[in-house]
């Protein structure tokens, strides 16, 4: 098992489709935004992935941006293979985030949890992770 | 009244003075980021601010990034100075900021409310944000 942060020269068409697949697990209906726009250099992307046997089996990725109160990393599309969970992948992939947000001297690191998922948040919890008294709103414009 | 934008090259002593004093009203004790950091190009930030008679009373900031899930605009930092609330200047900033994330194409804009923000959870309410069944969970590096 590795954990690496993708970069954009290591995408090719294998990277490209397993992810698209993987990705999938997580929402099979949303549209992908295309793996070269996410790596641009300005996005401001860490993109970490678990590999086994060259199979990318996880991936979880950090956005950063630096707002008055602070240089902050949100996590976004955090996904497990479903036949790999249970394996300690997302906590690696989780440490590899948080690794490279302190390397990049972040002053926080946001995410959302669905309050349905057990597993997810006491993983969050056991890495220091504490539920804020706020809820989280949307707006869909497309 | 006017809703403007903040672009760096209108950053001047005034200005700068203003903001970490309105800022101060959301919270006096925090550290705050130099504004020429938060509004350098590669940052992607929307800064929307009001100001009357030369006076900014409010401000909401929006960053915005790439993941596989789509194109997203986060609100951040939103405050309206005391004396002046009430008047609807944070729905006129919350307005701009979603008036940019179209011309921008965003997918979604998210923010994060308190939930005994009565008042700001019914304006995000009126503005077509609806509530996530999710948690907020926050790490904080610094």
Redesign the interface.
Known sequence: MEIEILKKSDIDDTVRRQ?TEL?KQL?DS????PLH??LQ?????VFAMCTIEDQIVGIA?M?T????????G?V??VVVDKNYRGKGIGRKLMERL?EE??NR????????????REAA?SL??S????????????????
């Open positions: 992810i990705y929402n949303m549209k992908q935004s726009q996410i250099e300005d996005n401001h992307i990725l956005a941006y630096k707002v008055i109160s602070g240089h902050r949100m976004e599309d948080l947000a302190r001297h972040l002053d926080s690191v946001i995410l959302f949890s669905g309050h349905q948040r969050y919890k890495l220091g992770f504490t539920l804020r008294d706020s809820g989280v709103y949307n707006l869909k414009l497309n």
